[in-house]
């Protein structure tokens, strides 16, 4: 897929599920477990996407954008990481799993720059909240409308303005990459599967205050896991 079609979509994808994180619907399609198959629906492989989403919503699991906090941008990392896989997979005998996994690691450390557009986007909806206070004293209440109006655009722009960075520091970062690691990634593929997530189930047991739900939550884990070397 080398036409502009896949990134429009992609945009597209991040602009509403940015805009779903604190903003707007929170409809809860900006978690990763949603967002990223979403991506990879709207881009003709959901099952990348799915293997994407949940590997990522096991890292962010226990950090939602709740009040004042403001954990790095896992919405964009997801639906950009899934884009780099579908649009950038190089082919055989690079394994795509192996290579939707490298998208992941490449996109993760940009995820930070959505905390600093997070963090404007919230400075300029607060100098809105002065301007609505003038606007009320004035008389002039459908301003408001417009004002509310802003305060969503300024979140749809920090969204989408990470994502572009996430997708074009991923590019980058791929081109040096895919040449020096393709003769490994299919040897690495057998650790990355079972690394990536062990990962995320220590994110997780690192949010986890309650004792007891330490051994349920580990006892799930190995039980699902047997099921699927079982059945899989």
Not at 38 to 51: R, V
Request: with cysteine; glycine share 10%; charged share 10%.
């Amino acid at each position: 897929m080398m036409s502009g079609f896949p990134y429009c979509m992609a945009f597209l994808a991040s602009l509403v599920a940015g805009l779903d994180r604190t903003a707007v619907f929170q409809l809860m399609i900006s978690r990763p477990i949603v967002a990223a198959p979403m991506t990879g629906w709207l881009l003709g492989d959901s099952t990348t996407g799915l293997q994407i989403g949940a590997f990522l919503e096991l890292l962010w699991l226990g950090r939602i954008p709740v009040g004042a906090s403001i954990p790095p941008d896992d919405t964009q990392v997801a639906i950009g990481s899934t884009c780099l896989a579908i649009t950038q997979y190089p082919g055989a005998p690079i394994p795509l799993t192996a290579f939707a996994i490298l998208c992941l690691l490449v996109a993760l450390p940009f995820g930070k720059v959505g905390e600093f557009f997070d963090r404007v986007a919230r400075r300029l909806n607060g100098n809105l909240w002065v301007r609505a206070e003038r606007a009320i004293d004035g008389g002039r209440y459908r301003a408001l409308t417009w004002l509310h109006l802003q305060g969503a655009c300024h979140f749809g722009l920090a969204s989408v303005l990470t994502f572009g960075v996430i997708l074009l520091g991923g590019l980058l970062s791929l081109r040096i990459l895919v040449p020096l690691l393709s003769c490994d990634l299919a040897v690495m593929l057998p650790w990355l599967r079972l690394g990536v997530p062990m990962v995320g189930v220590a994110a997780c047991l690192c949010t986890v205050n309650f004792r007891p739900a330490i051994w349920v939550y580990c006892s799930s884990f190995l039980v699902i896991y047997g099921l699927l070397q079982i059945f899989g």
